[in-house]
């Protein structure tokens, strides 16, 4: 079955790098996503990966996936105040039509 | 490009009251999804349509909630009659269906609608 966890609450300094971590348990994942949430506002996707790949750098934001353990991280670099919202990693489980779990969600509060 | 539209963006009612839900997803977008999202929790799926048909309601209370997809496009979520553990944010996403090599099966989302059951 599906499951993705993660921590709910991280809080950085402005200027400083913040590390979401998010662990799955389906191996037959295809694609690893993470969304973004701001307040009274729907989901945005911010980055994805394909699960074939290791590491993705999108400008300051760097996605790592370690298949072996399931786990996947978002590394944002130079967190600024406009980074603070609510970050859900997820899951695409392909076949014959994508299904989509998102995990908890994990609170990024940046300090000004 | 309009985005998806979901309405009302907020409804309060009394429990075993009933409410509606509408949804209007990006055109073209042959899959739609209604997630439920409780506070402080990870949007949970109720229900997965691929055109008109369903595909996965697996998690869905079919004694009280049900939904449809009109001719493929618009959907409504129905609950009836509602409890109090379905306040909650109903949020409404479509896509263009599976992820490729070079489209990773994007969901985009509608701005929600917040339920409370009182």
Redesign the interface.
Known sequence: GED?EQSLFLSVREGDSSVINCTYTDSSS??L?W?KQEP??????LT?I?SNMDMKQDQRLTVLLNKKDKHLSLRIADTQTGDSAIY?CAE?I?G??????????TKLQVIP | EAG?AQSPRYKIIEKRQSVAFWCNPISGHA?L?W?QQILG?????LI?F?NNGV??DSQLPKDRFSAERLKGVDSTLKIQPAKLEDSAVY?C?S?L???T?SS????F????SRLTVL
């Open positions: 993705v295809t694609y996503y969304y009274g506002a729907g989901l945005q996707l994805y394909f859900f695409s392909g014959g039509y994508q299904k989509v779990t998102f995990g908890t969600g | 998806v899959t999804y997630y929790q990870g949007p949970k799926l997965q691929q595909v996965d949020l996403a896509s269906g599976h992820g090599s990773p099966g994007e969901l989302f509608g701005e929600g």
